[in-house]
């Protein structure tokens, strides 16, 4: 059955499209960015390359014994892997979604092509963790997993002793914590200059600016790569673009869907190192990778964007 966000997804796509085909591109070429590599970022920590569009499989990968949906998921992940990416982040609170990616991990063969990043609730107790990081690791069908995160951190003396000690042992290769509540911003900004994880996830999108302010930078400044979830402000910002326009500027730098210039905007910040949305169609897939190549905007065209954007 097709959600709101597919018919407003889909119809912005086809939109973009068609204007595109119209549209002069003063700065690159629709087909230069097409066959350019996606960007990769450094892990500040390691200096390891990350490719800079993931997916998020909340709610999306979360289901069981549906045939169409593990075949338009798998197909997902085939045209993240040959598109250039890696970047898979998933949850033991999001449902069945675990389970999924182990299993199309496991049925395409993709293990060693992959960053996988899951999580466990940071206010479990020593066991509880150690049992919810072992039963991720059985449902991911892998002995380890490349970023493990606290998630969700509302409490601002929380440390990553535990953490540390996993990934002394092997079982992740980076440590990180999440947040995507404003409401918890003050105490995990609090852990984030003091702890200094490898990797920081948090909200942010072009309707929801709010990181800037302090986590953001203090992300920068704590040495933490930054993973950005909610990049579509849970679809509204998909409901707020249907059936308007793209900015004429949108040209200058290569894009020709509303999706594109949501993730363009997040990348563009210095900050930021990867996003993260959820995708659920190949051809979402192929869009939001397409973000991730050619041109990025500068400070000035992130603010006609901010201010195009406020006046829709």
């Not at 949305?277 to 991730?292: F, S, V, W």
């Amino acid at each position: 059955m097709k959600t709101a966000h597919d018919h407003n997804r889909r119809r912005l796509l086809l939109a973009g499209a068609a204007a595109t085909a119209s549209m002069a591109l003063p700065s690159i070429s629709h087909a230069d960015a097409e066959d350019s590599a996606l960007q990769t970022r450094r892990i500040p920590v390691s200096g390891e390359a990350l490719p800079i569009i993931g997916i998020g499989t909340a709610v999306i990968f979360d289901f069981e014994n549906d045939a169409a949906k593990y075949d338009d998921r798998r197909r997902v992940m085939r045209t993240l892997v040959a598109g250039g990416g890696k970047l898979i982040d998933t949850a033991h609170s999001y449902g069945r979604a675990e389970d999924r990616v182990g299993e199309l991990t496991a049925d395409l063969g993709l293990r060693e092509r992959l960053f996988l990043a899951t999580k466990f609730s940071y206010s479990n107790s020593r066991e509880a963790a150690t049992e919810s990081m072992q039963n991720s690791l059985r449902r991911l069908k892998t002995t380890s997993v490349d970023l493990m995160q606290a998630w969700n951190v509302a409490d601002a003396n929380y440390d990553l002793g535990l953490l540390r000690e996993w990934k002394r042992q092997g079982i992740c290769r980076y440590t990180g914590m999440t947040i995507s509540q404003a409401r918890s911003y003050e105490a995990i900004g609090k852990v984030l200059t003091r702890e200094k994880p490898d990797f920081f996830q948090v909200n942010y999108s072009l309707g929801d600016r709010e990181a800037e302010a302090r986590l953001l930078p203090a992300a920068r400044d704590a040495g933490a790569a930054v993973l950005i979830n909610l990049p579509f402000g849970r679809n509204s910002l998909f409901k707020k673009s249907a059936g308007k326009p793209l900015p004429g500027f949108a040209a200058e730098i290569g894009v020709t869907s509303w999706a594109q210039l949501f993730l363009k905007f997040i990348l563009s910040h210095p900050a930021v190192t990867a996003v993260i949305p959820g995708t659920d169609k190949p051809e979402y897939m192929q869009d939001n990778l397409q973000a991730g190549r050619g041109f990025m905007p500068d400070a000035a065209l992130r603010q006609r964007i901010i201010d195009y954007w406020e006046a829709l």
